[in-house]
């Protein structure tokens, strides 16, 4: 898969497993630099996928939801695409950002989401990305979570890229 597989593309899944595989799919074609936003109401498994695409980029501890703290950075040792010349392989750091209770811009700004944003050495995913704002970077992964019934949500992505 490509990143390009992703766009327009609507998933159903029938299953917390499910929407974790699918997470970890994503987290096998993106690179650093690389920002994913996550929208949808509490419960549509915004945090379910990310623990699938933490696993996809090799991090062991145990995703939780950052509510409460914001920000919760992890590192990830992650090879393809990003050894060096000696073949090294590399730590990059992902951040998983829930601005559930963020909404104004002096927050956002204490915050230093920005500078987590422009350090092109991340990958980013935000829940609840549409309290960014006009932080809103224009390049980035965006996915739309729906709840359909009990065990059943519809995730769809769209790629401005
Ligand atoms: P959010 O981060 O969007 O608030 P969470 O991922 O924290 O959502 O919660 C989703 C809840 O729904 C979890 O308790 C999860 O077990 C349950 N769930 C049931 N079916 C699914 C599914 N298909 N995908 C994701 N979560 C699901
Ligand atoms: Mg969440």
């Not at 327009?8 to 917390?16: A, E, P, R």
């Not at 914001?70 to 010349?85: G, T, V």
Request: net charge positive; aromatic share 10%.
């Amino acid at each position: 898969m490509n990143k390009k597989d992703f766009i327009d593309k609507l998933f159903i899944t029938n299953n917390s497993k499910e929407t974790k595989k699918l997470g970890k799919s994503l987290a096998r074609v993106l690179k650093k630099g690389d920002l994913v936003c996550l929208y949808g109401d509490l419960g549509s498994g915004k945090t379910t996928f990310v623990q699938g695409l933490a696993e996809g980029l090799g991090i062991k501890q145990k995703i939780i939801s950052p509510t409460f703290i914001i920000i919760k950075n992890y590192e990830s040792p992650l090879r393809s695409a990003l050894q060096n010349f000696e073949g090294q392989a590399r730590v990059m750091n992902f951040y998983h950002i829930d601005l559930y209770r963020v909404e104004n811009e002096k927050d956002l700004e204490s915050l230093g989401i920005e500078e987590i944003l422009n350090d092109s050495e991340n990958i980013v995913v935000i829940e609840w990305a549409e309290n960014l704002k006009e932080f809103l970077p224009k390049k980035r992964i965006d996915l739309k979570f729906a709840y359909e019934s009990e065990n059943k949500r519809k995730i769809t992505f769209a790629l401005s890229l």
